[in-house]
Structures are given as structure tokens and as C-alpha cells.
């Protein structure tokens, strides 16, 4: 693994770390984030509310809920090196992976900013100059079908060429009907989808190798990933619960605003929808990256320069009924150009390892964001048009190096210095009738643009500290301390216009920046240990993070459907983790995990006020576990049988930073946006080895969500501001189906 950017076993990598390899994810058919689901401890991975395409990562109680282009994500997302700026368009497939490496807590010093909670590596297997590929095809219930598929080029001369891609669709999870409610028939629209949650997406990786010498290697890659789908719909589940005002809601009958969404109300997931909006989610990423290596000596430098496209498009109805109650979309366009130099070597006798390393980072994004709302009321509905963008220059100096103290005991000591320069535009217009009562907006203007002006300026140094003791050269153990970094900026969706003084000199920064970065300490203790010759992995890590200055982002639907942002918490965030792999016997590996998390606010200023005892963190669930099995259950010259289970669960958690107990009628209950939390069993029979001819043949047969759960696993709460609509979002219903393949 590559975790410290230099190869080393990740069991002599002291931090918390889940490394999976190529056979682990062919076996479970991992191609993307979101397939990795609970496998390591305190790691929680979900799509956002409403999207396919958007994640929504969180590690040891971090996250970013909002998935706006303006705001930063807790956790960075790499690709062979290549940073992944934003949560929007981060779900994307990769149809060759080689391995995937998650890192648990701060790496702000090999990998810095925006990695507060956390890391993922995704590494694709490279070219080896041999003719060779595989194909296969994939065929589930819900008409799924895909193809993916590889293949190898021999050398010619110092190239290589290797060419791997996917297309998959799939009918939807949801069909979309018109409207069951003969009393709703006056207020309802006629369904423009005929289903949601559907999928239709292709990706292509490809890289080419050179190698003119012996010590220089050079990496192009190019991969592209586009999506036209329907998305996630989401399904009413909420009503007023906090008990909203008399004028907006009567709670004593099915009606809203004189309209009875009630009718549509149900906790339970249905497999029928009805929806009024042309949903649709389209998302398109590419990038290319061009990695030269040179190696001298006991010295190797490296040259990692990536440009990345993103293009991110979707309508949502967020009423969850065929009523125009609640309509926004997203026009977002993404780019960013990234520069990384790294020195890395060893020196006497391989007693001090080092990494030297500089990092440029250049982004602009700009999303439009019109939003309709109460369409049902015709011109005097809401209509807006809302548009946001950012400039984002950054750039870094780090350095890491391990130093032997003894043959068994080893001091690292890192570092990292970060600059960065942030631009904000915005602009909201109110385009409905002008007989709309002004009570009903939360300002007046209605025309406000800030233009591209530089707003803020940050800087950050994010030290750390390990010490390592090898026990036995199968034991050890560790104490680490790390700080990490969390970008600051600007809320990009704020309704709250006072333009931000231009110029933020030293000292004054609050004074320019709505809300500032998000820093944490960290302190580690860990035990690695390979035990029974091999045939036992247990590790073991606790933690003790202390953040401060937390950016919390809090919807707010009035007016605009908008965020504003919090920077009003310091916190204290608790845990132990347990990762152990076993080999009982020939033909049987067993993993498995187990993750506690105690969350709690030591600070929380909210309007002037200490509200620290009652407010919930948001996808931070106590415990999380995983278990799994791979067990071969039979093997001769015709091929090996192996059967595949997977067990993960996650415990209840809050999806807002909302209040625990009602102490104020006017704002959100946490409880009302609760996950129950969920157990998913997978399961797969994989024949293999099956020799035909030349090639050798594979038949999978699998089901994900054996058991059907279906507690919703994120919801968007409107508030009682909006009459307490909360929309649930469901995890994936049952699937099954077998994939067919074949090497060569």
C-alpha cells in the first residue's frame, strides 16, 4: 500500500488503516465508493439525499452533509493521487481497481487540507505490457444489465496501453403513477417520469505507460464517467411534527395550505410514487493526469499533474406527492487543475525514510440553482432564481520522515504548510408575482450580486507526530498525534446578503468570511498484530479527537431553499476500533469489524446562545460493525466453488445538527430526521478457474439486501417553517441477479 506515499505492508503503516485488495474487490464487485458501504470501522458512506452521484463520507463522526459546490467535504477522495475536489460527481465507477486504501483520521500532513476526518485511495491496476483482459456481463432483476470489460495491449517498444470501461442501466427502483387520491385530483399534475431511481451510466479508464529507461516511468491516464438517470425520489414521511404554525398547517386535518398532502403521507417505503417534477440526474466527470517517476539511487521523485472536468446536472421534487409543492434543480460546472512534486528516499542504512512534497491546487465551480415553490398556487407561487460560484487557489509544502531509533523503535514527525485564496459570487433573484406577501421571503432585495472579488485568504500548518515499537516483528504498537485542516469559506446558498468586507487582513478574518476553517487535533493509540503464523490480523485503535470551530450546516426553507452555516461548536469525539482478519483453516478468511463513537459538543453558540447539551451530531452513529466470510467450499480441475457473505450494520444516527429536545417551536427536531439505522446481508456463490480452451471462465450468482431492510437512511427536513415536510430516502430494495466471465 501506498498510504505514506512510498510502497510499504499495511501492517507496518502506524495509523488506522483499511486496505482492500484487487481479489477482496473482485469478489464483492466493488467499483465504487459506495459499494465499500460499512467495511471499515467508524466509516459510513451514503449518497445524498436525492442523488445517485453524490456522497455523502463519514469518518469517526465527520462529515459534510451539504453536497454544494461552495462547501469543502470532511473526507478527501483520491485516484491514483489525483484529488477529488467535491462530494458532487464523487460517485463514480471505476472498472479496474487494483486497490482501495481508507485512512482513519487526520492526514492533513501527507495530504492536506479537506482530509479532517479522513482519506480514500483508489488505486487502478496499471498496464504490464502483456496481452491479457477479461469481460464480463452482468444481467439482475430490475432489467439490470452491464458489461464491463479490460483489456491489456502487449508493449510496443517503452509503451504499454491498457483500456478498461463499464455501461450499465437498470429500470427504476420506483414507478412513478399518477395521482391515487381522488381528493387531490384538483391540486395534482400529471407524472412527467414514469419511474425514479433508475440507472444508465458508462465510464472508460485509460492508461498508457512509457517507460524510455530504466528509471523513468510515465503515467498518462484519462477517465470519463457520465450518468442520465432518474434519481432517488423522496417519499413523504414527516408533517408537521413540531407542531407548525396554525396559518401554514391544521394539524387536525390532511391538509397544507388548504392542500391535503397528508394523504400522501407514509412512514413506509412504497414501491409506487407519485411526483409532478420531470426529475432527472446527469452527471459527467473526466480528468486527466499525466505521473512521471524517476528514480536515483535511493532518491525518487515524482510528478503528479491532473486536470479535472465535472459536470453535474439534476431536478428533484421535494414534496414527495404529484402537488407542485417543492421543485429545485442544479446546474453545476466544475473544474480544477492540481500540480504535485514529491521526493521521496531513504538514507543511512534505511534508518530515516523521508516524503518532501509540494502541492498546487487551482478550482473554479459555479452552480445555478433555480428553485419553485408552492407551484401549486400558480403565479402566486415562489419562484427564484439562484445561482452560486467560488474561485479556490491553494497551495502546500509538506515533509514526513521516519527515523529508526532502534531496530524496533521508530519516531515520524510531518508536517504541512497550506495557503489558500477563496473567491465567492452570488446572485438571487425573486421572480414570482410581486402580489406575494412580503412575509412570505426573508428579504427584500431582489437583486443582489457580489461579483468575483477576492473575499478571503486562509493559512494552516498541520503538524503530527508518531511513535512506533515494534515488540515482536509480527507486534507492535503506537501513539500518534495529528492536526487536521478543514477548508473555511463562504455559504454559497446563504439568504442573508451583507456583502463581506474584500480585503481580510491578518487578524480580522472574522470579519470577512462567514464562517472559518474547521480544525482538529487528534490523538491515536494503536496495536498491529499478526498472530498464529500468519493465520490471524487483529488491530486495534482509539481515539480522541478535539475539534473546534465545526462547520455545521443547518437547512433553512424559508424564503429560497437555503443553508446557513454554523461555526459555533468545539466538540470532543471518542472511539475504539477493531479490524481483525482470520484463516481458520485452507478455504475459509474471515474479516470482520467493530467501531464505538461517542460524540459531544462542548461548545455550541447558536444566536447568542449555549445549547451544547442539545443539539444532535449528524451521521455519527455509536457502533458499526461488519462480518464477513469467503469460503471455498469445494476445488478440482474443473474450477473452485467459493461462497460469499457479507454482514454490516449501522446503529441509529441524526442526519441534522438539529435540537434534541424542543426548546424552540420554530426550528427542526432532530428525531423527526432519524435513521433507525440498518443491517444489509450480502451474498455470493462465484464459480471460478473454469478452463475453456485458452480462456478461463467465472459465473457468479448474488443478491445484495437479502433481508430487504429499509429503515430510511437519509431524509431532508423543510422545518416547521415549511409546515415539517421531511422526506425519507430509502436504502436499495433487494436485488439479485449472475455475471458471466471470461479471461484471457
Known sequence: MTAQKREQNVQDVPIAISALGEEFLDSRDVTSIDNLGTIAPNVKIERAPGNSTIAQVAIRGSVTINPAVTWEPAVGIYLDGVYIAKNQGAIFDVADLERVEILRGPQGTLYGRNTLAGAVNLITAKPTGELGGEIELTYGNFDYQRVRGTLDLPELGPFSLKVSGMLASRDGFYDVGANPFPAAD????????????????????????????????IDYMFDYANYDQHPRPGQLVGLNQNGGPADIFDPNSPSYTGVPLGLFLDPQRREQQSLDADIFERTRTSGHALTATLDIGDVELKSITAWRDMRFQDRLDLDGTPISI??????????????????????????????VGGFYYDENAFTDNPQLFFGVFGPFGNQFESSYGSLTEAWALYAQTDFAI??????????RYTEERKDISRFLQVLSDPMIPPAALPFTVADVDFG????ARYDDFSPAATINYEITPDISVYGRYAR?????????????????????????????????????????LGFKSVLADGNVLLNIAAFWNDHSDIQLSVFDATGAAASKVLNAASATIRGIEVETQVNPFDGLAIHGSLAYLDTQY???????????????????????????????VIEGNWGQLNLIGDVSYVSSYYTFPYQLRQTDPTASIASNSESEG?????????????????????????VRNLTEEDNPSNFIDFGPAFGGIVLGYFPEPRTFGATLGVEF
Not at 342 to 353: K, M
Not at 452 to 455: G, I, S
Not at 686 to 696: C, K, M, P, T, V
Request: glycine residues 6%; contains cysteine.
Open 186 to 217: 384538483f391540486f395534482a399534475s400529471p407524472p412527467q417520469v414514469s419511474e425514479a431511481n433508475s440507472l444508465d451510466g458508462e465510464s472508460v479508464l485509460v492508461q498508457l505507460r512509457f517507460e524510455p529507461t530504466d528509471s523513468l516511468t
Open 602 to 632: 462542548e461548545s455550541f453558540i447558536e444566536n447568542g446562545v449555549e445549547v451544547s447539551d442539545n443539539r444532535a451530531f449528524p451521521h455519527a452513529p455509536e457502533w458499526t460493525a461488519a462480518l464477513g466470510a469467503d469460503w471455498r
Open 484 to 524: 487536521g485542516y478543514k477548508s473555511g469559506g463562504f455559504n454559497g446558498e446563504t439568504n442573508v446578503f451583507a456583502a463581506p468586507t474584500p480585503d481580510c487582513p491578518t487578524g480580522t478574518l472574522e470579519l470577512c468570511s462567514p464562517y472559518l476553517p474547521e480544525i482538529v487535533d487528534s490523538y491515536e
Open 452 to 455: 468575483d472579488v477576492e473575499q
Open 678 to 702: 440498518r443491517t444489509i446481508v450480502n451474498m455470493r456463490a462465484n464459480l471460478s478457474g473454469i478452463e475453456l480452451g485458452a480462456l478461463d471462465a467465472s459465473l457468479s450468482l448474488w
Open 406 to 415: 532502534t531496530d524496533a523503535l521508530t519516531l515520524t514527525l510531518g508536517a
Open 326 to 355: 417543492a421543485t429545485t434543480a442544479r446546474f453545476t460546472d466544475m473544474d480544477s487543475f492540481s500540480q504535485e512534486l514529491q521526493l521521496t528516499g531513504s538514507a543511512w542504512d534505511d534508518r530515516i525514510n523521508f516524503v
